[in-house]
């Protein structure tokens, strides 16, 4: 204390000495009134003077921001504190008990190991080999938590995350995998649960490391690479064995999420195949370890963000953001190129072809007919759940019915507002094909340098006959693909398929291309196996969108952008660019409802054993305060894995409950009249 | 500007906005003059504002150097030290990459005791947020925040040694459980890292993560770790085109895995039924590093009084911080009633009894020349006086006697010590008052004369160990006995060694019959390690372990092997010399009966160098317990096996103690 004091003194004096004004600052209360007066006098001839020199002001600059970040330090210390010191439990908030707590009081306990497959995205991948810009980084996150090797050395990131163009698997020197355990998706960023809330009540009821697996894998590969290079597949079928073995012979509960739904349906199908190709489970493996499968936010039957993603690397945050600041993300300031790079890295992973439409015209509309026509928009709107609500879902139906003409949800892809709204009879058509197959590789400008994207490979005049096609459905989507992505097309055809079979027992349908799309395999022969289909409704989802052509003719630049000028009326479907429906933001309902709906509904020929299927809605409700948190009610994609309701059914039937006892089917939207508008041969 | 200014003055918090507001006017008026006020009284600096300035000012450096430390290129610190001690060594994953080794078989890892990280499952109360963060491991934050929650949350249940009612602890699963045991303490990290070179990723890899607190069987019971091992090395084998795994187990983790060898092999209900020739199939090499198999001394000074060397070092130098009741912490005594519990560390008690640990007059290292090391260090005035120390100065010590109540005791002959046999003697008359303690050790139970009897037969050899510990904590060994044997069989075809509680003892379990396979035992030498401790009693009774090592018994001179009351050997600090080769180097070489196959073993020892400076930071050469597994030499053996070299590729053994001569004076049949 006593050498602050001096220090002080000293800090004091020198400003008299000096005549520096800057130094006022170390004044203390301690100073007397005769000194004061001196200093201030000081001052004022100062100020007589009008002679501010340069220091004294940096100094009063310095010492103020000084002041400031003290200040603010201490503040945000204080408050740590007070928070810290808080208990965990104040008597003042209405602390929801979380349905593990409740269940757990109810007697539920542990019955059913469960198996865990999180989706796309969510799942972390770290570092085992590298190049010599990502030194230290080894077994480090590169995927998930605090991302910040993004900011520090982004393109040392970029170049780390993509995959091989050409096969699909690792560039030659670098090796990303997956991380193993529960940590893989239990965060996405910090704060930002996926599995975590699920895991807790999980955890409430008796479940742990033994009864609890999370079937983690590489999601940017195809699905049958992750068994070719990492044994993912293989993997997991000795992980469920194995837990089904040392859990007293209970069958294992699977919860997949968004896309690990499509995986665990490839799983399914390869466990069952013979050796080289499959696991060689035999054909009663399914039926002998699987209880149930418990599809979160199911993306069956594809979703359209996926198209939009592979077209122009962006989504409907993305155009919003453009249309705010339109420097932001285009600009070449900086040499950014934000969207061109996220491309660049996206296109190589094969999983996201996973995801685009599949089933055509027949599920997902043509030109002018599309199964959600007639639906209003407005579902956001739409008050409580209440056990009325069908008749709500109805009105609203109505109203949106008469407000305008129905909207051509087929058109996936359409070139101008207009474009996306006038019948088919007034649009120009070109045979696609064609004028694609025309594009291919006529110009190749090599001005551009590097080649980023494949549009720079592609000739002005090839992406404007893209664009004068003006309207893409489910099915010429493909081509249209095909045209702007060839090499990632071109892998994705010997992983995927995204048609509808006509006859499942054609041998061609044991290739491991067609297992992972519902609409070209059978479920397994497994009829005490029951099939959930568990999603989020309520939330405007991504259906369709309307383009326009990139005016600018630079190279390294995205040729295609989503018009985010074109806006409907009120009440209208159409906002910046995209077209709405019912869903949970990423996933359509009848995407994801479709399959538990129709196509496996009761004994069909993709469900021969006939086993049951339940559909379980969740309505979005948004948090009526901060302190709720996102979660409890939400319905929307990734959040709906803290939804109260989601993770009761979840516990329930993993401490043995059957689909009847958790009262079968809770619709609320229009999902089964959508679904008898389908017309598939089942 | 100035309305720049005025905008940041109500921008502040508003705890003080007067003084702000005038302040900054003043500024303004300073600034641009554009209206002066001078009628507002220049507003002084408190102290208060000096701490925000002084708190800024600090924070504002430490960012800064924050920013320059991460703008820093990553080989930086690199650069320094190979500018200071000259290039270092290429990692051996490097080298031998560029030899073209490439990964082959795959590796398990088995961590040992206390290395592995656990988390709270499920917890009571004090416990709540805790889900799924590491009890153990890591920052050990828990610790410092709420001890007395920690504790009981670490503890198992007295009786059943499994979990509390309401408290589930598990074992991190996954290469994350022990690669790294506190922050910048790395276990497995520099081998992982190293293997990963060659090739190696997660789907050749497996830790073989358990939970270290439970007896070896009750980790099969609980938690079925056993089957999941054998699931995994299964998996491992058949995922990479049939070839077998090479098994890194450390520590009691060596223990672990012999008792993983027999369960896999012994039928369904005790074992996992893998049928014979399991091992055969599925293993090509276990290579044991740091291998307790004979158990360690340090194991009974922890569960006889809780304390090892370094307590004991910490004792001398302040003497009240973990006596005094100062604070009500008893941290000694907490420390004693959570390790009690945990069944596996009576797995390390010394095994073999009299017959490996020597008895009252005679032990296998009696002359050991404890001042050895030092002269090797430097070579230059080694010869003569080396010649000298051993003829001359070394006393011929009595480690048979692990603990000895005096110093004197230690040293003089048996013949002249008269006993008194303590087994016998009446427990009771218990301390004053018993509940005045609220920390429960079995000492309370045992009262004043049973602590004066265990006193007055002054010598405990390994063999009478057993019945002092059995004696002094007999809840402690009646869970122990169970589980754990310490003899050593005559007879191996008795049908009562099919229990499970002999499985981890090598001395009364014949390895399987797998003629293919190798075991190589790989540790450090050249640290003193303890081997037997000068005892003495508390004076204070009442609420402590009445039980101290007596730090004041020191050897006298330089070479003496006595040091703060503990007789050391050469060994890696933990482990001595003794237990980690002799099974290797005699017991097992060769057909004997206890390797009725004839697995061929291996001895290699690593010498220990301390890191020439700070920079080194733990030493690539060193080899310490633990800290061997960042040894270049030892890492560079490991992944020559696991590209698929065999032991007489490495050049057989590698010996740098007297194990051999030490094997040979003690008298087992083989």
């Not at chain 1, 004022?44 to 003290?70: F, M, P, V, Y």
């Not at chain 1, 529960?182 to 955890?203: D, K, M, R, S």
């Not at chain 2, 506190?182 to 276990?187: I, K, L, R, S, T």
């Not at chain 2, 010399?577 to 009966?593: D, E, Q, Y």
Request: hydrophobic residues 35%.
């Amino acid at each position: 204390m006593a050498s602050i004091l001096r220090f002080r003194k000293l800090c004091y004096v020198e400003p008299v000495r000096s005549s520096s004004l800057g130094f006022r600052s170390f004044e203390t209360l301690k100073v007397d009134n005769k000194e004061e007066s001196v200093v201030s006098k000081v001052k004022n001839k100062l100020l007589e003077k009008k002679k501010n020199t340069r220091q004294s002001k940096e100094w009063r600059c310095i010492d103020h921001c000084c002041w400031i970040i003290g200040y603010m330090f201490t503040t945000w210390w204080l408050l740590l504190f007070l928070y810290h010191c808080l208990p965990t439990t104040l008597p003042g908030f209405r602390v929801l008990e979380s349905p593990g707590t409740r269940l757990k009081r109810e007697g539920l306990t542990a019955l059913h190991p469960v198996v865990l497959v999180p989706g796309i995205v969510t799942g972390g991948l770290e570092l085992w080999e590298g190049r010599p810009c990502a030194d230290g980084l080894f077994r480090k996150r590169l995927w998930v938590g605090s991302f910040a090797e993004i900011f520090k050395r982004p393109w040392c990131w970029t170049e780390h995350l993509s995959l091989h163009n050409e096969t699909g698997l690792d560039p030659p020197g670098i090796r990303v995998r997956a991380v193993p355990g529960l940590v893989a998706a239990n965060h996405f960023a910090p704060g930002y649960f996926v599995w975590a809330v699920l895991i807790e009540n999980l955890a409430k009821i008796g479940y742990e490391g033994k009864n609890l697996h999370m079937a983690a894998y590489d999601w940017r590969l195809s699905f049958q690479n992750t068994e070719i290079r990492d044994k993912a597949l293989s993997r997991l079928k000795s992980k469920i064995e194995l837990m089904y073995v040392t859990n007293g012979y209970k069958k294992v509960v699977v919860v997949p999420h968004s896309m690990g739904v499509i995986y665990f349906l490839h799983f399914l199908k390869w466990v069952e195949s013979p050796p080289p190709m499959g696991g060689g489970g035999g054909p009663g493996w399914c039926a002998k370890h699987i209880k149930a499968i418990m599809n979160i936010a199911p993306a069956f039957l594809g979703v359209p963000k996926a198209v939009s993603n592979i077209f122009s690397a962006e989504g409907k945050d993305v155009p919003f953001i453009r249309a705010m600041a339109p420097g932001v993300l285009d600009s070449e300031i900086l040499r950014l190129r934000t969207v061109e790079h996220f491309m660049r890295v996206s296109r190589t992973w094969d999983s996201t072809i996973s995801l685009l439409p599949k089933g055509g015209e027949t599920i997902w509309g043509n030109l002018d007919w599309s199964p959600e026509e007639g639906n209003g928009c407005d579902f956001e709107k739409k008050g409580e759940p209440s056990m009325s609500d069908n008749n709500l879902n109805h009105s609203n139906g109505r109203r949106g019915f008469k407000v305008k003409d129905p909207v051509k949800y087929g058109r996936i892809i359409s070139f101008g507002k207009a474009a996306s709204q006038l019948p088919s009879s007034q649009l120009p058509t070109h045979d696609s094909k064609e004028s694609l197959h025309k594009s291919a590789s006529t110009n190749f400008n090599s001005s551009c340098g590097e080649v980023w994207t494949e549009y720079d490979e592609m000739s002005r005049e090839s992406i404007r006959k893209i664009s004068e096609n003006k309207a893409y459905t489910a099915a010429t989507l493909f081509d249209l693909l095909c045209s702007v992505a060839p090499k990632m097309m071109r892998r994705a055809k010997n992983h995927f398929s995204h048609g509808i079979s006509d006859n499942l027992d054609d041998p061609k349908y044991s290739h491991y291309k067609y297992w992972s799309n519902p609409l070209e395999t059978k479920l397994p022969n497994a009829p005490d196996m029951e099939i959930y289909c568990l999603y989020g409704v309520g939330i405007p989802t991504e259906r369709a969108y309307v383009y326009k052509l990139e005016p600018s003719d630079k190279c390294k630049n995205i040729p295609f952008r989503i018009d985010s000028s074109a806006v409907g009326d009120s009440g209208s479907c159409l906002k910046s660019g995209v077209y709405f429906v019912d869903g949970d933001e990423s996933v359509p309902v009848h995407s994801a409802g479709f399959m538990c709906a129709k196509g496996w509904r009761g004994r069909t020929r993709f469900n021969p054993s006939g086993m049951a299927t339940y559909i379980r809605e969740y309505r979005h409700k948004r948090p009526a305060s901060l302190l709720e948190g996102r979660v409890t009610k939400s319905g929307a994609h990734v959040n709906i894995i803290g939804n109260v309701a989601l993770i009761e059914d979840i516990l329930r039937v993993a401490a043995g409950a059957t689909g009847a006892e958790i009262e079968g089917d809770k619709i609320y939207s229009d999902i089964i009249r959508m679904s008898e508008r389908i017309n598939l041969r089942i | 500007m100035s309305f720049l200014r005025r905008r940041k003055a109500t921008e502040r918090p508003n705890a003080k906005p007067h003084d702000i507001d005038i302040d900054t006017e003043n500024d303004d008026i300073h600034d641009k003059k554009t209206k002066p006020r001078p009628k507002l009284r220049p507003k002084r600096w408190s102290c208060v504002d000096t701490c925000y300035w002084l708190i800024g000012c600090v924070c504002s450096v430490w960012w800064f150097l924050l920013f320059l430390f991460s703008a820093m290129p990553a080989s930086f610190p690199q650069y320094v030290t190979e500018a200071i001690t000259g290039p270092l060594p290429d990692p051996p994953g490097v080298k031998l990459k560029k030899e073209g080794l490439t990964a082959m078989h795959p590796v398990v890892f088995v961590p040992g005791i206390v290395t592995g990280g656990l988390e709270l499952w499920e917890g009571h109360q004090c416990a709540e947020g805790l889900f799924r963060k590491r009890l153990w491991g890591g920052t050990f934050g828990e610790l410092y925040r709420r001890p007395l929650c920690w504790a009981e949350h670490m503890s198992l249940d007295n009786e059943t040694g499994l979990d509390p009612s309401g408290i589930r602890v598990r074992p991190v699963s996954g290469l994350v459980a022990a690669d790294y045991f506190a922050p910048g303490y790395f276990v497995w990290a520099v081998l992982i890292a190293n293997l990963a070179r060659i090739g190696y990723e997660e789907k050749t890899m497996y830790m073989a993560a358990y939970d270290w607190r439970l007896s070896f069987q009750n980790t099969e019971v609980r938690d079925q770790t056993l089957s999941r091992i054998k699931s995994n090395i299964e998996l491992l084998v058949a995922t990479n085109g049939g070839n077998k795994v090479v098994v890194l187990p450390h520590s009691m983790g060596v223990l672990y895995f012999l008792h993983f060898m027999k369960w896999v092999e012994a039928p369904a209900p005790m074992g996992g039924g893998g049928g014979s020739d399991w091992c055969a199939k599925h293993i090509k090499a276990v290579m044991n590093i740091g291998a307790p198999f004979l158990g360690v001394p340090k194991a009974v000074a922890g569960l006889f009084s809780i304390e090892a060397k370094d307590i004991a070092v910490a004792r001398a130098f302040a003497p009240g911080v973990f006596d005094k009741d100062v604070f009500g912490l008893q941290t000694l005594q907490h420390m004693m009633r959570m390790t009690r519990t945990w069944d596996s560390t009576m797995s390390m008690i010394p095994k073999g009894g009299d017959t490996i640990w020597g008895g009252l007059d005679w032990s296998p290292e009696e002359y050991f020349n404890c001042s050895a090391k030092k002269l090797k260090n430097n070579d230059t005035r080694t010869a003569d006086e080396n010649e000298n120390g051993t003829l001359g100065s070394t006393k011929r010590v009595n480690y048979g006697r692990i603990i000895s109540f005096g110093k004197d005791l230690a040293e003089i002959h048996s013949d002249e010590i008269d006993r008194m046999d303590f087994k016998g003697a009446a427990k009771g008359n218990n301390f004053t008052n018993a509940t005045k303690c609220d920390v429960w050790t079995e000492y309370h139970e045992m009262g004043i004369e049973g602590v004066k009897a265990v006193a007055d037969y002054k010598l405990y050899t390994a063999g009478s160990i057993l019945d002092l510990l059995r004696y002094v904590a007999p809840k402690l060994m009646a869970r122990g006995d169970a589980h754990f044997s310490y003899g050593i069989a005559d007879n191996l075809d008795d049908p009562k060694y099919e229990h499970y509680k002999y499985w981890s003892n090598p001395l009364e379990t014949k390895l399987p019959n797998a003629s293919d396979m190798e075991i190589y035992t790989m540790y450090g030498v050249g640290v003193p390690t303890e081997r037997a401790y000068v005892y003495k009693l508390t004076p204070a009774g009442e609420c402590y372990i009445p039980f101290q090592i007596d730090t004041s018994a020191e050897g006298g001179s330089e070479e003496s092997c006595l040091k703060g009351g503990v007789f050391s050997v050469d060994g890696d600090e933990t482990v001595p010399v003794l237990s980690s080769g002799f099974i290797c180097a005699k017991a097992w070489r060769g057909k004997t009966r206890f390797n009725p196959s004839g697995i061929r073993t291996f001895v290699r020892e690593y010498d220990h160098a301390p890191p020439a400076n700070l920079l080194e930071g733990r030493g690539t050469q060193s080899g310490a317990h633990v800290d061997i597994m960042g040894n270049f030499a030892l890492i560079e053996d490991i992944i020559r096996v696991a590209a698929g070299a065999t032991g007489e590729d490495l050049g057989g053994d590698r010996v740098y103690s007297d194990i051999f001569k030490w094997s040979e004076k003690i008298n087992l049949r083989l």
